[in-house]
């Protein structure tokens, strides 16, 4: 049996001149002289050839009794720098190939890099304080639909990135429906549910809907609550929180001015506990040490919200990561931050010294994250979800004063794993390249399929549409001019170019009214025929022999255009000027709407690009060969 890791190592075997002996040693193992010493059996269980593992999946097929222990017979190093391959055969005749430089990374790897799969990511930790200013912003509409549209992807994966580097996020103009929080957790990750149900609901008042009974809690109060993790009394915790704003004051939306104000007064803050944690770390290593020590577990209690039950959990306020060093601080050794007045963490009975620097830590902890320059604060409005990670950042609200009116903000819960495997799964589909010269084959494609799949015919009725209202002194708006004079053209049996060139002539007008031909040819160039086109690049310099006069200019510049080569095209543009352009400025005139226009536009912009020359250097420009 021969079991390779990676396709690619058979050319570098057999271009490798030399092979090099490894050392065997007593126990099986073998000590390679760019690697150290290898277990046999960490070897073993690496082998990726069908006879170990399931071909799709990766996954092992024998379980560790199943096979006598692995005993490496005989062992050889090949290949050139960079691309050495290990050849190892085993006592029971297996044998294996590995990659030199994937061993190596798997050997620098907390546990073991990965084997089931090539590679994965994760977003790098974003740190933050209160020059974060606020959460990053999403629009609901862009990130709750159906993640199969492109745009919707990329959102989706710019939220889940975010919520994975910065912890925070606000999804912004989500309806103001009951139901909301709990679906768009399900919708973006696996909702999790608690005795509370699928959510929970905040109001100044007891949470009397809940099916088991009314619910209390000091959130359901007008009273302030310091910073806090949610749920630190169960286990597991659950890792986002959401909170969903249906009935809410804004200083913003209701009276225009900045929060918080007269008529609004409750504020939200965050802090970022793993920021303060790596604050701590720094300035007082001994506090940090005793709030992550398991010695120092602190018990978190719940009755339940009604006194019926009992729900604690015991664990310290800084959880670290199963792979931490000894010794290690700071952001990058902690799994979780838990921390919650109102749920206790209790100390346990521990010797005097060692409770003084205890309570002397946790009281830091809980100075820093109220600390102004630690957190930053927002009023949510009406229609706000925010998306934050319950086992990072802390939250806490202002007193809500009897001038704010009624406040219902709706919860939930959701799981973190969604995040994580929906990212990366948006990751791999998404184009990672930084410059055209490295850019692989397959995101060329992809980046063609996706222009390809633009409909520029709506972008250019989107263009015109935005015309309204822009009258510039004169008696009809852009938009206006633009239907009439293609309804003119219509109405005389022009061909579609005229027509949809009529329609698209000065959508670029306001924004650079001496270039405007010029940019309305470019748009439309791929498209019309070569005549429309030089009528689009040059049109003004017709029009101007109505008027240049007036500005003592000379109307006869368009005479300067003339050639033999382009002679049709001018004679085309001054009888389109007279009969169409320069007359659609009446107010009175009836034109047709938008959608009369929009079978032209189609024939038009369903030509294929550039279709009036096959070798047109700009065929295969950003969505490949037509």
Not at 360 to 384: C, N, V
């Amino acid at each position: 049996m021969r079991c390779w890791v990676a396709l690619a190592l058979a050319a570098a075997v057999k271009a490798a001149a030399d092979s090099r002996d490894v050392e065997l040693l007593g126990d099986g193992s073998i000590a390679v002289p760019t690697l150290g010493v290898l277990h046999a059996e960490w070897l073993r269980e690496r082998c990726k050839h069908v006879t170990s593992v399931d071909p799709i999946t990766r996954q092992r097929l024998l379980n560790p009794h199943e096979y006598a222990p692995p005993v490496v017979t005989n062992a050889t190093l090949a290949g050139a720098a960079g691309a050495e391959v290990l050849r190892v055969s085993f006592r029971d005749g297996h044998e294996s190939e590995f990659s030199v430089p994937l061993l190596r990374t798997m050997m620098g790897a907390s546990v073991s890099g990965f084997v089931q799969f090539d590679e994965a990511l994760r977003p790098a930790q974003l740190l933050w304080n209160a020059t974060l200013g606020g959460p990053p912003l999403f629009a609901f509409a862009e990130v709750a639909a159906e993640a199969s549209d492109a745009y919707v992807a990329d959102e989706r994966r710019r939220l889940y990135g975010v919520l994975q580097s910065a912890g925070v996020a606000v999804v912004r103009g989500a309806p103001t429906e009951e139901g909301v929080c709990s679906a768009l957790a399900s919708d973006l990750s696996t909702l999790r549910t608690t005795e509370w149900g699928e959510q929970f609901n905040v109001r100044s008042e007891p949470d009397l809907l809940q099916a088991s009974g009314a619910k209390f809690d000091l959130a359901y109060t007008a009273k302030a609550i310091g910073q806090h993790t949610d749920n630190p009394y169960r286990y597991p915790t659950p890792d986002f929180q959401l909170l969903h704003a249906i009935e809410q004051c804004s200083c913003e939306q209701d009276h225009g001015v900045p929060a918080p104000c007269d008529g609004c007064t409750v504020m939200n803050y965050f802090a970022d506990g793993f920021a303060v944690a790596e604050r701590m770390a720094t300035e007082t290593p001994e506090l940090f040490d005793s709030l992550a020590s398991a010695s120092v577990a602190v018990r978190f209690e719940n009755n339940g919200g009604d006194g019926s039950s009992a729900v604690w959990h015991d664990v310290p306020h800084l959880e670290m990561l199963e792979t931490a060093a000894p010794g290690c601080r700071g952001a990058r050794c902690l799994r979780a931050v838990r921390f919650s007045a109102k749920s206790g963490g209790y100390a346990p009975p521990l010797p005097p010294a060692e409770l003084e620097t205890f309570y002397a830590a946790k009281r830091r902890f809980s100075q820093l994250i109220h600390e102004p320059a630690m957190t930053i604060r927002m009023q949510l409005r009406r229609g706000d979800v925010v998306i934050f990670d319950n086992k990072r950042l802390l939250h806490s609200r202002s007193a809500i004063a009897p001038g704010d009116g009624a406040r219902f903000v709706q919860g939930c819960y959701l799981d973190r794993d969604g995040i994580e495997y929906k990212w990366e799964r948006l990751r791999r589909a998404a184009a990672t390249f930084t410059d055209l010269e490295t850019a692989p084959k397959a995101d060329y494609e992809r980046m063609g399929e996706r222009y390809g799949a633009i409909d520029v015919g709506e972008r250019l009725l989107g263009l015109l549409l935005a015309q309204k209202g822009a009258y510039l002194a004169q008696p009809v708006d852009l938009l206006e001019h633009g239907l009439q004079v293609a309804s003119r053209a219509l109405r005389a049996g022009e061909s579609d170019d005229l027509v949809v060139a009529g329609l698209f002539h000065d959508v670029t007008e306001s924004l650079s009214p001496k270039g405007h031909g010029e940019a309305a040819a470019a748009l439309l160039a791929p498209y019309v025929d070569r005549d429309t086109h030089w009528l689009l690049f040059h049109h003004e310099v017709f029009q101007g022999y109505y008027y240049y006069h007036h500005f003592g200019a000379d109307k006869h510049a368009r005479d300067r255009l003339w050639s033999d080569e382009s002679a049709d095209a001018w004679r085309l543009t001054a009888r389109w000027c007279h009969d169409y352009d320069q007359k659609a400025f009446d107010p009175s005139y009836p034109s047709l709407p938008v959608d009369a226009f929009r079978g032209a536009v189609a024939r038009v912009l369903s030509r294929e690009p550039y279709w009036w020359d096959p070798d047109h250097p700009k065929r295969a420009a950003v969505t490949g060969s037509a």
